[in-house]
């Protein structure tokens, strides 16, 4: 109540003072008090609000920028997926008619298994030294085959037909000593096989 009563006793020559203006003195003075208080309270309330907004709205501004981007990238992943399943889709079907080690056995056996189907009789079946590439080795056979030429043309045929890849030159045709149409086929059945990368790695080494 004391403060109160000090406080108020302060400021009554200020006020003594003041009523002795004239009335436009004392209507700028109210107007100058009343600028006062509203500049005040816009800096201290107002103002910090505003730049709080300014800050949401540069935050919201850049999360609208990285979702505009995360979204490119999104249309761009569902592309390299795409195009990653049909690299994949066509390796697979490469792998088929590119063995590796372990199928070498059974695609030689096909390839005997072409020729009896069909009537020749098989002189020689003889795989040869394999011949290194980069990520592919060729196998040479040596073949060859008893039989007329119509049986010969079967068999190339069937060997055509392997899943697997397998080329055959150096064909050469001779009469067989034996009586009728038969003749001695002798010829070089070329397949090939997958390297994996570890061997790769291990001929790399060497």
Sequence with gaps: MKKFNISLKAIEPLLENIGKLSKVHRIMICVATFIVIIGSSTYFLYLPKFENLNKLN?????????????????????KYREKMKIAEANYKIAMKALPDKKEIPSLLTDITK????VGLEFLLFQPETEINKDFYAEIPVSIKVAGNYHYVGLFFDNVSRL??????????MITSPKAGNILNTSCTAVTYRFVEPEEQKEKGKK
Excluded: C, H, P
């Design 114 to 117: 072409s020729g009896k189907d």
């Design 163 to 172: 899943s697997r890849i397998v080329n055959i030159k150096d064909v050469v």
């Design 58 to 78: 540069s935050d919201y501004t850049n999360l609208e920028n990285k979702l505009a981007s995360a979204k490119r990238r999104s249309v761009q992943l569902n």
